[in-house]
């Protein structure tokens, strides 16, 4: 099993820039185990929504949303996902939620609250 924790949520006025970092804690194997990894978001009374995707080598994918503002990133030796978010809108206001998937089993944290408002 593979236990994920995401921090780095808070309170960001419009323009600014937040960074969220997800730690990815398990048995040896397990950790071996995660290929790809994923940011996804859930805004208040919207369904959950992918904002990002990376590959174990580094490929990268996007929602249109967030292209050029968002990028993600991996630290495959610290076992670490992250999402730098910059030039931040009030609707990209949502938990974040970190995935990975490994030998056919799919893992999630429980969600850093980002809110963007003045």
């Known amino acids: 099993q593979v236990q994920l924790v995401e921090s780095g949520g808070g309170l960001v006025q419009p323009g600014g820039s937040l960074r969220l970092s997800c730690v990815a804690s398990?048995?040896?194997?397990?950790?071996?185990?995660?290929?790809?990894m994923d940011w996804y978001r859930q805004a208040p009374g919207k369904e959950r929504e992918l904002v990002g995707h990376?590959?174990?080598?580094?490929?990268?994918n996007y929602a249109d949303s967030v292209k050029g503002r968002f990028t993600i990133s991996r630290d495959n030796a610290k076992n670490t996902l992250y999402l730098q978010m910059n030039s931040l809108k009030p609707e990209d206001t949502a938990v974040y939620y970190c995935?990975?998937?490994?030998?056919?089993?799919?893992?999630w944290g429980k969600g850093t609250l980002v809110t963007v408002s003045s």
């Open positions: 995935h990975a998937d490994g030998y056919g089993l799919d893992y």
């Open positions: 398990g048995s040896a194997r397990a950790i071996r185990s995660i290929n790809n």
């Open positions: 990376i590959t174990t080598d580094g490929g990268t």
